[in-house]
């Protein structure tokens, strides 16, 4: 029986020896699946083991105990970083990852982020960034830290901003203000800003906050009297909202002073009898002044109404106030072609309507693609022009049927006018070269054919008031043959009139008469050819 029961204990303690061994073999064999913690103790590390919290680091102990609520520290953790990173939502992403599978989420900011990995049944979650150090011990590089550091960098530049900052609740009174909103407000009270109560007074009122954003520019008055101008912007919230206010005064008196600019221009324009129209970059009317309505039937109100440049010609083309082209494709082209050549710098017409009327239309480019049309009526100028050829024409006929030849100099001594009788005369064509044509240049010409010696002194002397030039004639000879006496007069303004009239004749020939001074006159008949000039004038 002691044998017996001597290897019933054997068999029992070896028995115990393998349960004792085989725990430990699958202990170690667990230990080594399961990940160990290796990371700074100020760092968040979490490890479960399904929603078994199995190891945390301090950091992430301290974010446990300042998230009591939850069923178990999966749905804690969880929770509170949800509030962070709304996109892990209940954690069912974390939870459904894989052997050796990894995932990372960050916040909406980018400063908190989340990442974890499963290393088999267990996974290794590691927050960083922006969390709280709710522990209390707010380290230099804790979330906590990195906010107040952050907000106190946003208070510093709020604070120092040049320009009103301010935020408002829905009912519109202010609930934070910046040092120049209160700075201001102190100026539109009159008062020290130290003196100011609180809150503020809400200084741009006009602009209230509203679900949408708004612009605007509004305008405080100091107690001197004197204006301050700020371009405002509301952006708006459920809460309230929140306003910047930017200094106008600068662009104000901008504003001011173009206003002004304009107004004298309208002024001007008002009183100019030339009609303007200025297009902008859209061709769209933007100016015009009354002398426009006055030289075209156009009413003020169609004007006012903005019309486009196709519109404006159009209607001018339906009172026949513009040339009438074959075609209206034809007249449609050439607005086109206004507008270009007018974008140019090129367009200048003169416009004859069948009412008798004529406009010069002249087209200037502006900056940007504006155009500027000046129309000037210069009916009573054509009119005259037309009349002043029209007398020229008459005296050019009258001298062409008179009985001799005729030819005006300007007290210059340039020729003004000759008959056509004058210029068959002499082989000349004046209208060719004007200039070339003087009084002293024919004298010469004219002595080829004198038959006396001291014509040139004699003629210089009657045109130039030495001697009497009405009593000045001389009995000359052509190039073709003819025999002319030639005489000057003088006209009003210091102008000669040189005539020249045919000889008379004497049997069937004309004569040739020679004056000399204190004798008688003598008759000579002259051969049939030419005469040929007397040599050693």
Same mark, same amino acid.
């Not at 320009?163 to 909103?181: C, F, K, L, R």
């Not at 600068?250 to 107004?263: G, I, Y």
């Not at 140019?344 to 009327?357: C, K, M, P, R, S």
């Not at 025999?483 to 049997?507: C, K, N, W, Y």
């Given at each position: 029986?002691?044998?017996?029961? $001597?290897?019933?204990?054997?068999?029992?303690?070896?028995?115990?020896?393998?349960?004792?061994?085989?725990?430990?073999?699958?202990?170690?064999?667990?230990?080594?699946?399961?990940?160990?913690?290796?990371?700074?103790?100020?760092?968040?590390?979490?490890?479960?083991?399904?929603?078994?919290?199995?190891?945390?680091?301090?950091?992430?102990?301290?974010?446990?105990?300042?998230?009591? *609520?939850?069923?178990?520290?999966?749905?804690?953790?969880?929770?509170?970083?949800?509030?962070?990173?709304?996109?892990?939502?209940?954690?069912?992403?974390?939870?459904?990852?894989?052997?050796?599978?990894?995932?990372?989420?960050?916040?909406? %900011?980018?400063?908190?982020?989340?990442?974890?990995?499963?290393?088999? #049944?267990?996974?290794?979650?590691?927050?960083?960034?922006?969390?709280?150090?709710?522990? =209390?011990?707010?380290?230099?590089?804790?979330?906590?830290?990195?906010?107040?550091?952050?907000?106190?960098?946003? /208070?510093?530049?709020?604070?120092?901003?040049?320009?009103?900052?301010?935020?408002?609740?829905?009912?519109?009174?202010?609930?934070?203000?910046?040092?120049?909103?209160?700075?201001?407000?102190?100026?539109?009270?009159?008062?020290?800003?130290?003196?100011?109560?609180?809150?503020?007074?809400?200084?741009?009122?006009?602009?209230?906050?509203?679900?949408?954003?708004?612009?605007?520019?509004? *305008?405080?008055?100091?107690?001197?009297?004197?204006?301050?101008?700020?371009?405002?912007?509301?952006?708006?919230?459920?809460?309230? =909202?929140?306003?910047?206010?930017?200094?106008?005064? &600068?662009?104000?008196?901008?504003?001011?002073?173009?206003?002004?600019?304009?107004?004298?221009?309208?002024?001007?324009?008002?009183?100019?009898?030339?009609?303007?129209?200025?297009?902008?970059?859209?061709?769209?009317?933007?100016?015009?002044?009354?002398?426009?309505?006055?030289?075209?039937?156009?009413?003020?109100?169609?004007?006012?109404?903005?019309?486009?440049?196709?519109?404006?010609?159009?209607?001018?083309?339906?009172?026949?106030?513009?040339?009438?082209?074959?075609?209206?494709?034809?007249?449609?082209?050439?607005?086109?072609?206004?507008?270009?050549?007018?974008?140019?710098?090129?367009?200048?017409?003169?416009?004859?309507?069948? %009412?008798?009327? %004529?406009?010069?239309?002249?087209?200037? +480019?502006?900056?940007?693609?504006?155009?500027?049309?000046?129309?000037?009526?210069?009916?009573?100028?054509?009119?005259?022009?037309?009349?002043?050829?029209? &007398?020229?024409?008459?005296?050019?006929?009258?001298?062409?049927?008179?009985?001799?030849?005729?030819?005006?100099?300007?007290?210059?001594?340039?020729?003004?006018?000759?008959?056509?009788?004058?210029? &068959?005369?002499? =082989?000349?064509?004046?209208?060719?070269?004007?200039?070339? &044509?003087?009084?002293?240049?024919?004298?010469?010409?004219?002595?080829?054919?004198?038959?006396?010696?001291?014509?040139?002194?004699?003629?210089?002397?009657?045109?130039?008031?030495?001697?009497?030039?009405?009593?000045? *004639?001389?009995?000359?000879?052509?190039?073709?043959? /003819?025999?002319? *006496?030639?005489?000057?007069?003088?006209? $009003?303004?210091?102008?000669?009139?040189?005539?020249?009239?045919?000889? +008379?004749?004497?049997?069937?020939?004309?004569?040739?008469?020679?004056?000399?001074?204190? /004798? =008688?006159?003598? #008759?000579?008949?002259?051969?049939?050819?030419?005469?040929?000039?007397?040599?050693?004038?």
């Amino acid at each position: 029986m002691a044998v017996i029961a $001597t290897a019933a204990g054997s068999a029992l303690a070896a028995a115990l020896l393998a349960l004792i061994g085989f725990a430990l073999i699958l202990r170690r064999s667990r230990h080594l699946a399961e990940p160990e913690i290796r990371a700074d103790p100020s760092q968040a590390v979490f490890l479960f083991d399904g929603e078994i919290l199995i190891d945390a680091t301090d950091s992430a102990r301290r974010l446990l105990r300042a998230r009591p *609520t939850g069923k178990n520290d999966w749905e804690r953790v969880i929770g509170f970083l949800a509030e962070s990173i709304p996109s892990l939502g209940d954690g069912a992403d974390l939870e459904s990852l894989g052997p050796s599978e990894g995932l990372i989420r960050s916040s909406e %900011t980018g400063l908190c982020r989340v990442s974890a990995i499963r290393y088999g #049944t267990t996974l290794r979650i590691e927050v960083s960034g922006d969390l709280p150090d709710l522990d =209390g011990e707010a380290g230099a590089d804790s979330g906590a830290g990195q906010r107040d550091a952050e907000l106190a960098l946003l /208070r510093e530049i709020a604070g120092k901003a040049p320009v009103p900052m301010w935020i408002a609740d829905s009912a519109g009174s202010i609930t934070w203000a910046n040092a120049a909103y209160l700075g201001t407000a102190a100026a539109v009270a009159g008062m020290d800003m130290r003196d100011l109560s609180w809150p503020p007074p809400a200084l741009f009122s006009d602009l209230k906050s509203m679900p949408k954003d708004r612009k605007g520019r509004i *305008t405080l008055k100091l107690p001197g009297g004197s204006l301050r101008y700020f371009n405002v912007t509301s952006v708006g919230s459920d809460s309230g =909202g929140t306003g910047f206010a930017i200094p106008a005064d &600068e662009a104000a008196k901008a504003d001011a002073t173009l206003r002004d600019f304009v107004q004298t221009l309208s002024k001007t324009f008002a009183h100019l009898p030339t009609g303007i129209a200025i297009f902008d970059s859209n061709k769209r009317l933007i100016l015009f002044n009354p002398a426009l309505v006055d030289l075209f039937p156009l009413p003020a109100e169609h004007l006012a109404s903005r019309p486009t440049l196709a519109d404006f010609f159009d209607r001018l083309r339906e009172c026949r106030m513009v040339p009438e082209p074959r075609n209206y494709s034809q007249w449609r082209q050439s607005m086109i072609d206004l507008q270009s050549s007018a974008r140019n710098g090129t367009y200048d017409e003169t416009w004859a309507l069948g %009412t008798g009327q %004529t406009f010069r239309v002249v087209g200037r +480019p502006h900056p940007g693609g504006a155009i500027a049309f000046l129309f000037q009526d210069i009916s009573a100028e054509m009119s005259v022009t037309r009349r002043f050829r029209a &007398e020229l024409q008459l005296e050019q006929e009258v001298l062409d049927n008179l009985g001799f030849a005729v030819a005006v100099f300007s007290a210059s001594g340039n020729l003004s006018l000759c008959s056509r009788s004058y210029a &068959e005369l002499w =082989g000349t064509d004046p209208a060719a070269n004007p200039a070339n &044509e003087t009084l002293h240049g024919s004298i010469r010409r004219w002595s080829a054919g004198a038959r006396r010696p001291g014509f040139i002194a004699r003629a210089e002397a009657a045109v130039s008031g030495g001697t009497d030039a009405s009593a000045f *004639t001389e009995d000359l000879a052509t190039g073709q043959g /003819r025999l002319v *006496t030639l005489s000057f007069r003088r006209l $009003t303004g210091g102008a000669v009139m040189a005539s020249f009239r045919d000889l +008379p004749e004497v049997g069937g020939r004309r004569r040739f008469v020679l004056r000399q001074p204190g /004798r =008688g006159e003598r #008759t000579q008949s002259p051969a049939p050819l030419a005469l040929e000039p007397e040599t050693g004038r």
